[in-house]
């Protein structure tokens, strides 16, 4: 089983639509990350909850956090083609020394112009 | 400042070779991690160092696998042999304090194909 699982797993908007991608994970965390990859490149860390927030905005970002339903949700309002990515959330323990990071499978959002 | 980069960007090897793949941190990050995200399979941990030393290697499939970081600078990860569900993308990422938020820094990752 995964810790982490994402859906969907693919999207496709058109430009100036919103995209919301959701979260699930298993175990209790720290914190919970998103990251997004354009082909080819590493990820790039987007925005961060902890796990004692509900909501986090950071500019078209607004990151939801449910730790009772150990879900997240990603939403990226008015989408422009270079949002064309793939998106992963990422669940941080960081108990007994442990920071490794915890990926979802991830959803590959296409932005159509 | 420069990112993490990591070499090569693609090595394809046949099955019973050895790689050995290289990360740079981020200067003055002393936390440095490994991934690796098999074909179809999700991106998952492997391990982490913290200066030169290991400090969770959990992920690490086993023994024809090993990492160093000799000095606390650039880490190596060395297959040995390789066999051909190593293939796939290693990623190396770096933090600067692991005890805060842990925000990791990735690189552009390297592509691994054993034929």
């Known amino acids: 089983s995964q810790q982490g699982e994402e859906d969907p797993q693919a999207l496709s908007i058109q430009e100036g639509e919103n995209a919301t991608m959701n979260c699930s994970y298993k175990?209790?965390?720290?914190?919970l990350q998103w990251y997004r990859q354009n082909s080819g490149r590493g990820l790039v860390h987007l925005i961060l909850?902890?796990?004692?927030?509900r909501e986090k905005h950071s500019g078209r970002l607004r990151v939801t956090l449910d730790t009772s339903k150990k879900s997240s949700s990603l939403l990226i309002t008015a989408s422009r083609a270079a949002d064309t990515a793939s998106y992963f959330c990422a669940t941080a323990i960081m108990d007994m020394g442990r920071r490794a990071l915890t990926f979802g499978s991830g959803t590959r959002l296409q932005v159509q112009p | 400042e420069a990112g993490v980069t990591q070499f090569p960007s693609h090595s394809v090897i046949e099955k019973g070779q050895t790689v050995t793949l290289r990360c740079d941190p981020i200067s003055g990050h002393d936390n440095l991690y490994w991934y690796r995200r098999v074909m179809g399979k999700e991106i998952k941990f492997l391990l982490h160092f913290v200066k030169e030393s290991k400090q969770d290697e959990s992920g690490m499939p086993n023994n024809r696998f090993l990492a160093e970081r000799t000095g606390g600078t650039y880490s190596t990860l060395k297959v040995q042999p390789a066999e051909l569900e190593d293939s796939g993308v290693y990623f190396c990422?770096?933090?600067?304090?692991?005890?805060?938020?842990?925000?990791?820094?990735f690189g552009a990752g390297t592509r691994l194909s054993v034929l």
């Open positions: 990422a770096s933090s600067r304090d692991s005890l805060a938020k842990n925000i990791q820094y």
């Open positions: 909850i902890r796990s004692n927030e």
């Open positions: 175990t209790s965390i720290n914190n």
